[in-house]
């Protein structure tokens, strides 16, 4: 998943950072709201956003109301220290898919965050369900055929991808943004080295590449 912080803070956004990175997760990091709005226009690859309403520039409250005006629909999680009712009420029919009041505890942010993603996909659960390919992403764990598969968190992250855009191309900088954000410089060879190693643990008929459109998740193997 790659997941847009914006926090001024910058002890927590370090924190959120590297506690989201370990999760097998790309971050882009953001302090104020102008920069977060740039970051969420149409063309980067963002799948959800933890938002601070206290942001300078364009403050956070404006930013969510900016984004759902403009039609974008990425969930986001409001992180906030305004714990008042109205304010989390305000947040909410602004937009925000779902409100933590500070402190919190990083664990229940990585589980809103799963949770605000899988509504977005229409999931009511932690797993996915491509043919005979099953990933868990709670547990970070996948089986092909029953038979677990065991794989690096990047791998992880890369399948994970993939497997919520079932059947849908995804060219190689797309794949880059969603799985490394601002980590990776171009012409690195990053995502066909990830790509090589899942094919070889998962077999032929499940990731599928075509020339100028990029690689994509079906189940075509021969029954």
Request: glycine share 8%; aromatic share 4%.
């Amino acid at each position: 998943m790659h997941v847009l912080i914006a926090e001024d803070d910058p002890l927590l956004l370090n924190a959120l950072s590297r506690f989201l990175e370990r999760e097998g997760h790309s971050v882009t990091p953001c302090v104020d709201g102008r920069q977060t709005l740039s970051l969420l226009a149409p063309f980067h690859q963002i799948d959800a956003v933890l938002l601070d309403l206290g942001l300078p520039q364009v403050d956070g409250l404006k930013v969510l109301k900016t984004l759902r005006s403009r039609g974008d629909a990425t969930p986001v999680l409001v992180l906030t220290a305004r714990g008042e009712l109205s304010q989390r009420v305000q947040g909410l029919d602004a937009g925000a898919d779902d409100y933590l009041t500070k402190p919190f505890d990083l664990e229940e942010v990585s589980a809103r965050l799963r949770a605000i993603t899988r509504r977005a996909h229409g999931r009511a659960q932690n797993r996915i369900y491509v043919g005979g390919l099953e990933l868990d992403n709670g547990a970070k764990r996948c089986w092909l055929d029953g038979d677990e598969i065991h794989l690096t968190a990047k791998e992880f992250s890369l399948l994970d991808c993939l497997a919520n855009r079932a059947s849908r191309w995804l060219d190689r900088r797309m794949l880059e943004n969603l799985l490394y954000g601002q980590e990776t410089a171009p012409g690195s060879n990053a995502i066909e080295v990830h790509l090589s190693s899942l094919r070889r643990k998962l077999g032929a008929g499940l990731i599928h590449s075509e020339r100028g459109l990029g690689w994509r998740l079906e189940d075509k193997r021969e029954n």
